[in-house]
């Protein structure tokens, strides 16, 4: 059995209240969405039937579960480009779909089973349902080897991914800086946003996501640029977290003065750039699909944007290795005033989004 619960399931009021209870009765496994626009996180990526993303590129069981799953229970999604449309989950699957919306049911695959409801309401019904009946325990055991199969193979993608995690290569690989900024944003209620192609790759296949609300980036739409103005809204109205913003250099430039509020509103945010010299993922997706990049529009060349930020009366920093980034993550927080860390990154890493990109068609051959 797989269950998926959607950052898209805006119906469900998942802000408004404690997060779904999956974690006693239930032999759920739980497939947390890629799509995490608007950030709804139901189900956080700690919890023991959590398996990670389900659209391929995030290390972790969410793809291996949905190719083997005989039963998908969507919770308030869509069956969207990310899991092309429903196709990656087996075809002889069962499909429940629940949605507050009966005209989201059927959309992209036929449904067994539509239920329309609020997914709290549903959720909390099954689980009262399996209470009631006091079959927790025989649930429980019936899928437990199904939990240790999809455990294990979350520890085999895992380990896959590790050394892109652990690299120390300079320039630094950007799935490393990913992975510092997810170790060093470890408190439950930091907000953690997004922005830039490649770059947000890199941190959405990486980041623990722990709290509803949490984290923000430019989801299914794409739509760059949004990060500056997302941190200092973040940061304005809950001035008591940490707020940090990892974004690529190109996206950087959308609303780069910006930052000049950051400083004169004295809202101090965290804002790390992974430095890849031009638009990463334009560039990788060329090389892909051309063979070549176009570098007329993709290169940026090196801007000392820390530089910028310090001219406008910010804190500036440059970092050039991967042990550098803890101190500099730390230096950023402790001044109290909004700071850009400078992080020069390889601009030759391809991520797995660049290559899925090149591969839906976006060029003409
Ligand atoms: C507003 C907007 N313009 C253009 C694009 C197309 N686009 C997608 S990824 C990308 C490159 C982003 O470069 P950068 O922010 O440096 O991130 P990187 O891929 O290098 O990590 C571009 C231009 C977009 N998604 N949104
Ligand atoms: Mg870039």
Known sequence: MAVRSDPYGAQTSAFAGPTIQMDDPAAFAVLADENRAVAYRVVPDDHPFCFAGISGIRPGAGLYASFCTDLVILLGTRLNLFTLFGDTFNPEAKMVQVDIEPEEIGRNRQIDLPVMSDIKAFVNEVNHIIDQNKNAKTLKARFSDWISELHSEDQKSKDTAREQWDSDAVPIHPMRMAKEVNLFMNQEDDIVISDGGDTTIWLGITRTFRKAGHYLDSGLFGCLGGGLPYANTAKYLYPDKRVLLMTGD?????????????????????????????????????????????????????????????????????????????????DAFKSGRAACINVMTDPTTVSPGSIALANIGAYKL
């Open 250 to 330: 190109g996206s950087m430039g959308f609303n780069f003065m910006e930052f000049e509020r950051s400083v004169s509103k004295q809202i101090p945010i965290v804002v790390i750039i992974s430095n890849d010299l031009g638009w990463g993922m334009i560039r990788h997706s060329q090389e892909v699909r051309l063979g070549h990049a176009i570098d007329d529009v993709t290169e940026l060349g090196r801007l000392d944007y820390h530089k910028y930020v310090e001219a406008m009366g910010g804190v500036g920093l440059l970092v050039e290795k991967p042990d550098e980034i803890q101190p500099a993550l730390e």
